[in-house]
């Protein structure tokens, strides 16, 4: 099916620096497109790909699985490890999850990683029947858009199915369990308000993780797509100040300063 209007990947050719942003679970690249525009304009190198599944139509999600996902921003990780001499990896969500991933199989690769509500787990007890339901219902309502501040658009599926969603809490679980393995430095931000992750994700990635170094800010005035909401130009100040600080290379000096 053809992509929908504004879910388009994007990718900018930058510096020796380079920034991978993964969006999150029935979600589309529209959720991190203007932070992706602002590290390019900081003279970055971007890429934001297009998860498979995403931005087209629920039933073509629900031919997908977690590890498609993992396949897909692993391959946009090596290409930009062959542009740039380093590379930080961002994550919404499901792509916070994805983020930490490739963290954990990519120890000494990346420089960085910068986390927004990333999910890791959920509390909600109806997950419990999924490893059934998914063989009996094939897509429950979405979750998208849960944004506060108004005129704002995720371009995600409005239609969540049920075996991809599976597959997301496999990989949860991995993720999760492999956090000590996660050593470069990580910036995380978690909404006070969030109707989609628990706010408790994010504290379990800053608590569990095995880096020495790790940032926490609470964005007070966003829910879930924070990177849409009223706290994305805090996100976007604190990120460029991140990669200036990790990046081993000061090209991204004056950018980030002047963010």
Not at 80 to 89: A, E, I, W
Not at 93 to 108: C, D, F, V, W
Not at 144 to 149: A, G, H, R, T
Not at 212 to 235: E, G, K, R, W
């Amino acid at each position: 099916m053809a992509v929908r209007p504004g879910a388009e990947a994007y990718q900018h050719g930058g510096g020796s620096v380079g920034v991978l942003l993964c969006h999150g679970f029935t979600g589309s690249p529209a959720s991190l497109r203007p932070c992706a525009e602002a590290f390019a304009d900081a003279g970055l190198t971007v890429s934001l790909p297009r998860l498979p599944g995403h931005g087209t139509a629920w039933q073509d999600l629900a031919m997908t699985r977690a590890d498609d996902w993992l396949f897909a921003v692993t391959r946009s990780f090596e290409e930009l490890r062959r542009q740039c001499s380093d590379v930080f990896v961002v994550g919404l969500s499901m792509g916070g999850t994805l983020a930490l991933r490739l963290a954990q199989l990519n120890p000494e690769a990346i420089r960085g990683v910068v986390v927004v509500n990333p999910s890791i787990h959920s509390h909600d007890r109806r997950l419990m029947a999924l490893p059934v339901l998914r063989f009996v219902v094939r897509s429950v309502p979405g979750v998208i858009n849960d944004i506060k501040l108004s005129g704002q658009d995720e371009v995600g599926d409005d239609r969540m199915p049920l075996k991809a969603l599976y597959s997301l809490t496999k990989l949860w679980r991995q993720t999760s369990d492999d956090l000590p393995l996660v050593q470069c430095p990580v910036l995380v931000f978690g909404s006070t308000e969030d109707h989609v992750v628990e706010p408790t994700n994010a504290m379990e990635v800053v608590r569990r993780v095995g880096s020495p170094d790790v940032n926490f800010f609470a964005l007070h005035d966003s829910y879930h797509v924070a990177t849409l909401d009223n706290d994305a130009p805090l996100i976007v100040e604190q990120s460029l100040k991140f990669v200036e600080r990790y990046a081993g290379t000061s090209d991204v000096t004056s950018a980030a300063g002047n963010a």
